[in-house]
């Protein structure tokens, strides 16, 4: 594996590790919609 694709799995891990923060505790659609960090509808 190159370094290159080492940072892209890197980066994609960090992303997914930061999304969990925002949508921890959103149990529902309704939670979800309410979220304004991450409902953009």
Do not use: C, P, Q
Request: aromatic share 8%; glycine share 4%; no cysteine.
């Amino acid at each position: 594996m190159t370094n290159k694709e080492k940072k892209y799995l890197s980066d994609m891990n960090t992303a997914i590790a930061r999304l969990r923060i925002h949508i921890k505790g959103i149990d529902s659609e309704e939670d979800y919609v309410k979220n304004i960090t991450v409902f953009k509808g």
